[in-house]
């Protein structure tokens, strides 16, 4: 009786902080963001995890950014989000529990500041449910990807060509899965672009920009940790180009 009591004291205080930290925080519509004018890539090579302590009571809480390719979706005046592979962050308790007002696995990332002395900051999209990770084809990284544009609607498609970098028609049967679970269909009914003829063979493994995401909200709990922060921070400098769909595979054949 007890124990519960405690627990359930500790996780009403870890609510009553999240509430508080949450009404901070305006929540940001993705509509209300830029793309950027380039599409730039930072891999991490591998998870970056941190467990800590928070709040009154000292609850355990790991925060874990999966490792693979992340690319600049949206940008403002201040910085550059890079989001994460899909589902590819997670915030859990000691006991695999998600931390309270947002699930166990999130889509988002991590804003990088145009400042230098500022500290880089982690964002998620608002949702109720756990966000399903996709695991990306082997070999997946920055230099396998490329992207198409719509430019009626502002709707980006990451491709990666680890898997069938070949060239390829319309009618080619080319293999596409879109973060939505389409299933396979051809490249251009995937990405929504419209596109005809020329298209290139690969797989779609996000739509970066789009209407279909919920609002961006600080990922809970607030990491403080500086050495957690500085080392996401520290792959900026490394962060690459990605090129439009049709120069990367051609690129990519070749090699």
């Known amino acids: 009786m007890i124990p519960s009591l405690i627990f359930n004291l500790r996780t009403a ?24 004018q380039e599409i730039t890539c930072i891999d991490l ?18 925060t874990k950014f999966e490792k693979g390719p992340y690319w600049s979706e949206k940008a403002d005046s201040n910085g550059t989000y890079y989001r994460a592979p899909s589902g590819g962050i997670s915030v859990t308790g000691e006991n695999g529990g998600a931390f309270p007002g947002q699930p166990t ?27 399903p990770e996709k695991p990306y084809p082997n070999g997946t990284d920055c230099s396998t990807l490329g992207y198409v544009s719509d430019p009626s ?29 389409s299933g396979n269909m051809s490249y251009g009914q995937a990405a929504s672009t419209g596109a005809a003829g020329g298209l290139i ?39 690459t180009f990605i090129r439009e769909a049709e120069s990367a595979a051609l690129s990519h054949q070749k090699n």
């Open 201 to 239: 063979g690969g797989i779609i493994i996000a739509s970066i920009i789009n209407s279909g995401v919920g609002k961006i909200v600080p990922l809970q709990p607030p990491i403080k940790n500086t050495q957690f922060l500085d080392k996401l921070k520290s792959f900026s400098p490394s962060k």
């Open 153 to 181: 609607t502002s709707k980006v498609d990451i491709v990666s060509f680890a898997v069938g970098g070949a060239i390829g028609g319309a009618t080619g049967g080319l293999i596409a899965r879109g973060i939505s679970g």
């Open 45 to 62: 090579k591998e998870p970056l995890v941190l467990t800590d302590y928070y709040g009154p009571f000292d609850m355990q809480w790991t």
């Open 13 to 36: 205080a870890s609510m009553l902080s999240f509430a508080l930290l949450s009404g901070c925080a305006t929540p940001i519509s993705p509509e209300d963001l830029k793309a950027p």
């Open 105 to 131: 696995t999130s889509d988002g990332g991590f804003y990088i500041p145009n400042n230098e002395n500022e500290p880089v900051k982690l964002y998620a999209y608002l949702s109720t449910e756990a966000a």
